[in-house]
């Protein structure tokens, strides 16, 4: 059985892992992060890649990583949380201290085609993968094939504007779709209603440090399964947008399935319900057409490394 290996770069640590063609993953090993990212980065992906080819025959590696990658799967155009990557050819940089060929892709593609192949998505050949977490992410398979557009940079919902001068964006932009359907505009639903009944918050507060600013994702998600009203209504609110969002992509992608994936899918049908309810609300045409499953993903933190893994077959 043909063996590769993927590599997901995090902001604390550089994950490997072997995966055979089924997508099992039959060994891993990890390395921190290194802050300085650049050279001393590109050293730990070689280091992590070389620590299990010793025990592994593996033919590839693909490497999933947060930013823009360029259209032949070779350079990293732009990367906002990595230093010392803008521009560089990581096919090259690598496989100087790796001598397997090497495959370069966004995170979250990576982990749309892990889904796609080994996930929530098998045996569907349109659909969509949205991450909802500190931000969004997204990938879409059409066809088959996972979409990455003309130059590389296909599918970054995240990035849609969704409000005219909205809220401001990491990207520059303003009103993008992240800013108000990520884990973090989760947490500005929540504060933004707590500030507006403050009375209603005491057992919300309470989980965290007693502080708005000292409550984190998983507490809102905690109350919300307890039944906190503040913390449900956060979710709804998020989940409007999230649905409406949907409902807008489905127009362009058509897709039979739209994969939630992020750690905001802890909540799973929290989330998931009113998510498919707000999309059928928002939906153009709505019941003239089938709509799109909204499932959750399946394969957790693993999918970019075993979607990356993948990849190097191709």
Same mark, same amino acid.
């Given at each position: 059985m043909t063996l590769t290996i993927g590599i997901d770069i995090g902001g604390t640590k550089v994950l490997g892992g072997v995966v055979d063609s089924s997508g099992k993953i039959l060994a891993t090993h990890r390395e921190a992060t290194p802050k300085e990212g650049g050279e001393a980065l590109t050293r730990t992906i070689a280091n992590v890649a070389k620590v299990l080819l010793r025990d592994h025959d593996a033919t590839a590696i693909g490497v999933s990583a947060a930013g823009f990658v360029s259209s032949d799967r070779e350079t990293m155009l732009a990367t906002p949380n990595i230093s010392g990557w803008n521009g560089v050819n990581l096919k090259e940089a690598i496989g100087e201290l790796v001598n397997?060929?090497?495959?370069?892709?966004?995170?979250?593609?990576?982990?749309?085609?892990? $889904?796609?192949?080994? #996930?929530?998505?098998?045996?569907? @050949?349109? %659909?969509? %993968? /949205?991450?909802? =977490?500190?931000?969004?992410g997204g990938g879409a398979?059409?066809?088959?094939?996972?979409? !990455?557009?003309?130059?590389?940079?296909?599918? $970054?919902?995240?990035?849609?504007?969704?409000?005219?001068? &909205?809220?401001?964006?990491?990207?520059?932009?303003? =009103?993008?779709?992240?800013?108000?359907?990520?884990?973090?505009?989760?947490? !500005?639903?929540? !504060?933004?209603?707590?500030?507006?009944?403050?009375?209603?918050?005491h057992n919300l507060?309470?989980?965290?440090? #007693?502080?708005?600013?000292?409550?984190? =994702?998983?507490?809102?998600? $905690?109350?919300?399964? @307890?039944?906190?009203?503040?913390?449900?209504? &956060?979710?709804?609110?998020?989940?409007?947008?999230?649905?409406?969002?949907?409902?807008?992509?489905?127009?362009?992608? @058509?897709?039979?399935?739209?994969?939630?994936? &992020?750690g905001?899918?802890?909540?799973?049908? /929290?989330?998931? $319900?009113?998510? !498919?309810?707000a999309m059928e609300r928002y939906m153009p045409f709505s019941g003239k057409h089938p709509s799109p499953r909204i499932v959750a993903a399946t394969l957790g933190n693993d999918a970019g490394l075993v979607g990356a893994a993948s990849l190097a077959r191709f």
């Open positions: 397997l060929p090497i495959v370069i892709e966004n995170d979250a593609n990576s982990a749309a085609w892990g $889904e796609a192949q080994h #996930g929530a998505g098998i045996g569907e @050949d349109q %659909m969509m %993968m /949205i991450t909802v =977490g500190t931000g969004i398979v059409i066809g088959g094939k996972l979409h !990455r557009g003309a130059y590389g940079v296909a599918a $970054e919902f995240g990035h849609l504007r969704v409000v005219p001068e &909205g809220h401001l964006c990491g990207c520059g932009a303003r =009103g993008c779709f992240e800013q108000y359907a990520s884990g973090n505009a989760l947490r !500005r639903h929540v !504060r933004e209603a707590i500030s507006a009944s403050p009375d209603a918050a507060l309470a989980r965290g440090d #007693g502080t708005i600013d000292g409550l984190a =994702g998983h507490h809102i998600t $905690e109350a919300a399964r @307890d039944g906190d009203p503040i913390a449900l209504a &956060g979710f709804n609110t998020t989940a409007q947008w999230l649905g409406a969002g949907i409902a807008s992509l489905a127009v362009l992608f @058509d897709p039979a399935c739209v994969v939630i994936g &992020g905001v899918i802890d909540a799973g049908e /929290i989330l998931l $319900e009113p998510t !498919r309810a």
